[in-house]
């Protein structure tokens, strides 16, 4: 824990960091949220399926682009506007549920919204990456981001669903709207740790100011292939073209796009499970128990100096993760569905951690966001997908059917995490190489 404290203590590194807590807290009850709402007004889990992935699809083709320009511009020249409209949007949503309009509304405002929110996550990741001062610091900061957005998954549902079966059926998309404004204007603010624009064209943009080298981000030398964890993008410094195209990138994000189908399964079919089971609340709780392992899972990671290489965390977090989802078809009540979600859920942060370490390797530091919001892009696009395709199977066949979502997303991303093991390691044992030559080449 030393680590934490550590960090928290760099100048201005608490502040962001509570400031995209709040941010993304509202995004946390968003899913089952509308769910709750849709399902509670329009009576069908086909359309709240469908409503989630457009949100999430816009989300999705929202992030790359916005963090495209917010490395060209800047966090808050970019982000503030946007999240105030994306705010905006979602406030109408939920004035037009209330008032029971038309289905194409609801999706016009969800897509909308979806489409200004940004990753508030991986804009903190890039301040922490231009505020670290060594490699340790800044994978203590990437496994605390991943706790701490897990634990926004532990609170979030709990109070969406108590507003949204106690308040009202639109309540639990009350606080997202308040809170990702609010949030907004205090993180976006900040700018002594927004990290500064570089021309694309600077080869030296790779290394942010004050911060010698991440990885080591304060110059700390000789890191080898596998002690690269995060260390700041040295792997994709000569590569100019689609940042997803960067050598590495692309499995790592179609991987999450998987593992993001069995999320959004998971979202709509656990409130449906839970329903068929006698009590629709308790889909708060079991849906927090996951993300409960899963916090607590992050925050032992990131205290952990690992000797095994990234690309081998990489494929045997997968592994566990791919495990954990094949179980979810035979669960048989609300209780075991709950205790197996805080064991499976501890494989899902240190899954994401290395997930967004293998990014900060294998990109420019200088496209880093970018980099970054693929990660993001990958899991709403497949959470999209996976509440569509759940909340069909729900209307048609049943919950348990819908389960089965989940078995097959985790499959198909074991399988591409496996079958590019060996890309994945040669990007990083090249990013390594390259920070090794640019050290001699500048004199460090």
Not at 29 to 37: D, F, L, N, P, Q
Not at 63 to 92: E, H, K, T, W
Not at 174 to 203: C, D, H, K, M
């Amino acid at each position: 824990m030393r680590l934490y404290a550590e960090i928290l203590r760099l100048p201005g590194a608490a502040a962001f960091c509570v400031a995209a807590l709040v941010t993304r807290a509202g995004g946390a009850m968003m899913s089952i949220g509308t769910v709750m709402m849709i399902t509670g007004i329009y009576g069908s889990y086909g359309l709240a399926g469908a409503v989630v992935a457009v949100n999430g699809v816009g989300w999705s083709i929202g992030a790359a682009f916005l963090g495209n320009l917010v490395d060209r511009y800047g966090q808050r020249r970019i982000m503030l506007p946007s999240s105030l409209i994306s705010c905006g949007s979602l406030g109408l949503l939920v004035v037009a549920g209330s008032l029971r309009l038309a289905p194409w509304t609801l999706f016009l405002l969800t897509f909308i919204s979806g489409a200004t929110a940004g990753t508030v996550g991986a804009y903190a990741r890039a301040r922490w990456a231009f505020v670290a001062r060594n490699q340790g610091q800044l994978h203590a900061a990437l496994s605390l981001e991943s706790t701490l957005d897990e634990l926004t998954f532990v609170v979030g549902p709990v109070v969406a669903t108590v507003l949204a079966t106690q308040v009202a059926d639109i309540a639990g998309l009350i606080p997202p709207v308040v809170l990702g404004a609010l949030g907004a204007l205090w993180f976006y603010n900040q700018r002594a740790t927004e990290p500064p624009v570089r021309p694309r064209a600077s080869v030296s943009a790779s290394v942010p100011d004050g911060a010698e080298a991440v990885g080591g981000v304060g110059g700390g030398g000789g890191a080898s292939a596998g002690e690269v964890d995060g260390a700041g993008g040295a792997g994709g410094i000569g590569y100019h073209g689609p940042i997803l195209f960067s050598p590495g990138v692309l499995p790592v994000a179609v991987a999450t796009l998987l593992v993001g189908i069995g999320f959004g399964a998971i979202d709509v079919s656990v409130v449906a499970a839970v329903e068929a089971w006698g009590n629709k609340a308790d889909a708060s709780w079991v849906l927090a128990l996951m993300s409960l392992g899963s916090a607590l899972a992050g925050l032992l990671y990131g205290t952990k100096v690992w000797r095994l290489s990234l690309p081998k965390r990489w494929v045997i977090s997968m592994t566990a993760l791919a495990a954990g989802f094949a179980c979810y078809p035979v669960m048989p009540s609300a209780v075991v569905l709950g205790i197996f979600g805080f064991v499976a859920g501890a494989t899902v942060a240190p899954t994401f951690i290395n997930a967004n370490s293998l990014v900060q390797v294998m990109v420019p530091n200088r496209r880093l966001t970018e980099g970054l919001a693929w990660i993001a892009t990958g899991v709403g696009v497949g959470c999209a997908a996976g509440a569509a395709i759940a909340g069909r199977l729900i209307d048609a066949y049943g919950y348990r059917v819908a389960f089965f979502t989940v078995l097959t997303a985790g499959a198909g991303a074991l399988a591409i995490t496996v079958l590019s093991a060996k890309a994945v390691n040669r990007a990083v044992r090249a990013g390594a190489a390259e920070r090794g030559a640019m050290r001699r080449r500048d004199g460090g």
